[in-house]
């Protein structure tokens, strides 16, 4: 099976070998017991259970000058089958194979052997990680196991065999004593195994150490919530799991011209009694700075106490969110804002605890894998046309949407927004735009599902 690349140039610069290192082949086979048992039966019985535990997924991330000879695949006909084949060029170069193997049968199996055979070529190193011989794999889950392929960091010349080889054999026999009961495992434990450093997914956030992010044009991050489609945002330092709604709930005012006013006396505080406009502040503060003008907010914004309120007695999951610290400080304008860490500190300086809120610009700009053009404030609006299309949070169907930051300025009634062009706006406060709510799922929870369009994450328990 394994294809014969032609030889490569023996021309180095360097010690730097220039030429490809040819194609490295995986067979990777799942092997099992048949389970089997004498049965003395009277009358009429019959045998229900069902042993099917396949690979259905195989995936690569390459690094340095790796690539892929041909794009890895798995058998499609028995599922017992995955093949890669990586070309890599220079030391150092390395390439990750993430295989997925499930147990869509309804007996629970366990791996009993892993069997690793290669070309022991010193040149080209094998690793794997992941599956360890004992795991279970129950019935409807599934686990995943790398492969690692590199170029070995210490030659420093062309080697003579520019080939090599593995195979891996998974080797799954039913498991003993029943049902297997597992470790209890909590939804962020779930999601924080699939973090990937390259393409649409989960991400480490480079911000706020011990936080995750979903990054990319559409991850696997789709969860149905009260009957509704939402999407995770992040998985939170507290393992607690943060949602938005996938669509609009229809538009509102982030804060009504008729609540307070320069008519009203400071009725609603004194932060807010300088326009019709009004006001940008969340939430009730007894000195609230926006980092160019302060004061007292008496009354909360129109739509937190609408979400808060009418809107959170509609959900039928509402048992599953969790009272949490919102970030509500204001964020500089788009010429000023530079610093993406400075302005999450900006962000996160002022807080609101609640249930039900919207994102923060920040959030917005983290969801976003194109870093180079879109990382801060200041760089995204210059190429919203291009940033748009690696951010899942873009919405095209909506017109404008509320986020819950409001504007560092001499006005108290201006609130970010994002547009349907992928352009992060500002506006007046009494505006009618979308809305997305946002909120934070217990960590308590577990998880079934893909988390793709078609398989939505579902919450299993609370």
């Given amino acids: 099976m394994i294809q014969k690349w032609r030889e490569l140039s023996s021309r180095k610069q360097k010690n730097i070998v220039l030429g490809s290192l040819g194609a490295i082949i995986l067979l990777m086979a799942i092997g099992y017991a048949a389970f089997s048992t004498q049965l003395n039966i009277n009358g009429t019985s019959n045998i229900s259970s069902n042993w099917d535990i396949r690979i259905t997924n195989i995936e690569s991330s390459l690094h340095g000058g790796a690539t892929n000879a041909v794009e890895p695949t798995y058998d499609n006909d028995n599922g017992l089958t995955a093949t890669f084949s990586t070309n890599l060029v220079s030391p150092g170069d390395y390439a990750e194979y993430t295989v997925t193997v499930r147990n869509n049968g309804d007996i629970d199996a366990t791996l009993t052997n892993i069997e690793i055979t290669d070309s022991n070529n010193p040149a080209i190193v094998f690793e794997t990680n992941g599956l360890e011989e004992g795991d279970n794999l129950l019935k409807q889950t599934e686990d995943e196991l790398i492969v690692k392929v590199s170029y070995n960091s210490s030659i420093t010349s062309q080697p003579s065999n520019t080939t090599s080889d593995i195979t891996v054999t998974l080797n799954y026999e039913q498991a003993t004593g029943g ?9 962020a434990d779930q999601l924080i195994v699939k973090v990937t450093t390259s393409g649409d997914g989960l991400y480490a956030d480079a911000y706020e150490e011990g936080r995750y992010v979903y990054k990319g044009a559409n991850p696997n991050n789709y969860i149905t919530f009260s009957g509704e ?29 008729d609540l307070r006013d320069s008519g009203s006396n400071g009725a609603g ?7 019709d406009y009004g006001c940008n502040a969340w939430a009730i503060n007894d000195n609230f700075n926006n ?12 739509l937190n106490t609408y979400l808060n ?10 048992d599953k969110i969790v009272a949490h610290n919102f970030g509500v400080g204001a964020v500089k304008g788009s010429s000023d804002n530079v610093d993406l860490a400075t302005q999450i500190t900006s962000e996160n300086g002022t807080v609101w605890n609640g249930k039900v809120g919207l994102i923060t610009v920040s959030e917005y700009l983290r969801a976003n894998t194109n870093i180079a053009q879109c990382e801060t404030l200041s760089l995204y609006n210059s190429n919203y046309s291009t940033c748009k299309n690696t951010n899942w949070m873009y919405a095209s169907d909506i017109a404008y949407w509320w986020t819950m930051s409001p504007l560092s300025s001499s006005s108290s009634y201006i609130v970010w927004c994002v547009a349907s062009s992928g352009s992060i706006n500002t506006s007046n406060a009494y505006y009618s735009y979308g809305v997305r709510p946002s909120l934070y799922l217990t960590s308590n929870i577990t998880l079934q599902g893909e988390g793709t369009s078609s398989n939505p994450y579902v919450i299993e328990n609370a």
């Fill in 291 to 302: 980092g160019v003008i302060s004061g007292t907010v008496l009354k909360d914004a129109e």
């Fill in 309 to 318: 309120g009418e809107y959170l007695e509609g959900l039928s999951d509402a």
């Fill in 229 to 257: 489609t939402w999407r995770i945002i992040s998985v939170e330092t507290d393992n607690t799991i943060k949602i938005m709604r996938s669509e609009s709930i229809g538009s509102r005012a982030f804060d009504s011209q």
């Fill in 179 to 187: 049902s297997v009961t597992p470790e209890p495992e909590t939804a």
């Fill in 269 to 275: 505080g004194t932060y807010c009694a300088n326009g």
